[in-house]
């Protein structure tokens, strides 16, 4: 017999209006064909706590076979675990089918750090439940009655905002290590306290992120990143001992960034100045890019290998490629990062050598690339945390706001006085 508690609409407060639509299609037209689905995950998690849900999940009992029946614009995904992509043109929603807990005492099911391989066993709802990871995550709204079903005890804890996990916690790390990147974001980004037992293997268990495939780990570091809370998930990633799985050469510049007196250095400030960047740039619903966010992390590495490969006689131009290349081959060590936000990256340090040419030609070539933008913001925050003079970027600010006229003259003011001519000398025919 099911354990689950049922909570009324009446007492959780969720209005199926706040549901996006096209999920809502998706429920009824499952329910309809007789089958079970619920809205599960962050969706039901957010609402709530009355936030904005990002996505909406959907968990069913209709394999994804069955779903595309039902909604022939189904795209099945995935070999081992097939998933379900319901599309709406380019929007899509994830289905799942009902999944059992992976079993411990099967053998094969886990690698030798105690890892999900295999994790593909349909299951029922109450099993569905106990494989997710934090109770939160774990409720399931059903659509039909407005009732919110609990098996782990996740509204108590919601109501107590606490981040606890499903089972045994040190277990569940081992089985899948992103889990305690994932009780980073959710405690940061909704404010919840993780309970004591979840908390306490996260930091001795860190290494385990070492066995992750790096392609896992470009979407979690831009969820933790671009949430909103950047400031203080990489406050709580540090403490936690877990930065150093995702960007090694960041820890290191940190962790060795002091000035003579002790306090923290340019590049730590650069960090923190640039994330909180990011996050007033994220709430003011502005974009934000994943190429930024390694030029940040990255940059004292980048900047010390410039500095390295010119002093070895190489061109400004070629000493900067080399030094990225340096960078990105270490980072990619620990996630994968898409070419075209690496290049990105590179084009944002490439143009720093150029914003202390004033010439008229040069600065009008300069604003018009199509990096300009990113890469003056970047210059800006290095000159706020005292790599550069403040009026290099006052000046570059001026620029593009003023006229064409002005554009002009404040070039011209800013080239370097003219050397006086020497007389020539009068040709003998003159
Ligand atoms: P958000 O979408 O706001 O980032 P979410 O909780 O919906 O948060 P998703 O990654 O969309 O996160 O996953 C949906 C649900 O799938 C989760 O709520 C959780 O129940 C389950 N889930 C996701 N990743 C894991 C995991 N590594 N281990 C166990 N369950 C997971
Ligand atoms: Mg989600």
Redesign the pocket.
């Known amino acids: 017999m099911s354990s689950a508690t049922r909570i009324p609409a009446s007492e959780h407060g969720i209005n199926p209006r706040e549901i996006d639509k096209k999920a809502r299609t998706i429920l009824t037209s499952l329910t309809d064909a007789g089958y079970e689905a619920y809205l ?4 039901v ?2 609402l709530l706590l009355e936030m904005v ?3 909406f ?1 959907i968990a069913t009992n209709a394999t994804p076979e069955q779903i595309k029946k039902v909604i022939p614009s189904t795209r099945i995904i995935g070999r081992r675990f097939r998933l379900a992509h319901v599309h709406f043109g380019r929007e899509y929603f ?1 289905v ?1 089918t009902f999944r059992a807990p992976h079993d411990d005492s099967e053998k094969g099911q886990t690698g030798q750090h105690g890892r999900i391989i295999h994790d593909n066993v349909f299951g029922n709802l109450e099993e569905d439940a106990y ?4 109770t939160v ?2 409720l399931f709204y059903d659509l039909q009655n407005g009732e919110v079903v609990d098996f782990v005890g996740g509204m108590a804890d919601l109501e107590k905002r606490e981040l606890r996990m499903i089972g045994d916690p040190e277990l ?1 790390y081992r089985e ?1 290590p ?2 305690m990147l ?1 009780a980073i ?2 405690a940061t ?1 909704l404010n919840l306290k993780i309970e004591a037992k979840t908390e306490a293997p996260i930091s001795e268990l860190s290494s385990l992120m070492g066995n992750i495939a790096p392609a896992r780990l470009f979407d979690e570091a831009l ?1 933790l990143f671009h949430s909103g809370q950047a400031v203080k998930t990489l406050e709580s990633l540090r403490e936690y001992c877990l930065f150093q799985y995702l960007f090694p050469e960041a820890e290191t510049s940190l962790a060795e960034d002091t000035d003579e007196n002790g306090e923290e250095g340019s590049y730590t400030k650069l960090v923190y100045a640039a994330l909180a960047n990011t996050d007033r740039r994220i709430r003011a619903d502005m974009p934000v890019t994943p190429a930024f966010l390694f030029a940040v992390m990255l940059w004292k590495r980048v900047s010390e290998g410039f500095t390295m490969y010119k002093e070895l006689g190489n061109p400004a131009l070629q000493a900067m490629h080399s030094a990225a290349s340096d960078a990105f081959s270490e980072q990619i060590k620990c996630i994968s990062v898409p070419r075209r936000f690496s290049n990105m990256s590179r084009e944002i340090w490439t143009l720093q050598g150029l914003f202390s040419f004033k010439n008229e030609r040069r600065v009008f070539k300069l604003m018009e690339h199509k990096r300009f933008r990113a890469s003056y913001d970047f210059m800006c925050l290095r000159a706020e945390c005292g790599e550069l003079p403040i009026s290099e970027c006052d000046w570059w600010t001026l620029i593009q706001e003023v006229d064409l006229k002005e554009k002009k003259a404040m070039c011209q003011a800013a080239l370097p006085p003219k050397r006086v001519k020497s007389p020539r000398r009068k040709s003998k025919n003159g």
């Open positions: 599960v995950g962050g969706g998690r957010d849900p990002k996505d999940d994830e799942a494989r997710r990871d934090f995550n774990a569940r899948d992103v889990r994932r974001r959710f980004k969820k």
